[in-house]
């Protein structure tokens, strides 16, 4: 989320009022410290114009590649 907002050219304030959540609860999402509920990850996707799901990188968890097959 901060990397796109940051490339928005956006402060946590002004992006936070902008999706109808409190700068620090964003920060503290931001930085892992607190869980979003749906409702406020759709409002951030939105606001940042982008798929709810791009939210979510794999690589940031150390995951490479994303394979359906179970093992």
Request: no cysteine.
């Amino acid at each position: 989320i901060r990397v796109r907002r940051d490339a928005e050219g956006l402060s946590l304030r002004a992006f936070g009022a902008m999706v109808g959540v409190s700068y620090p609860y964003l920060s503290r999402v931001e930085n892992g410290e607190a869980a979003a509920s749906v409702d406020v990850l759709l409002r951030i996707a939105d606001g940042l114009g982008v798929p709810v799901g791009d939210l979510f990188s794999f690589e940031a968890r150390g995951v490479t590649e994303y394979s359906s097959e179970r093992v």
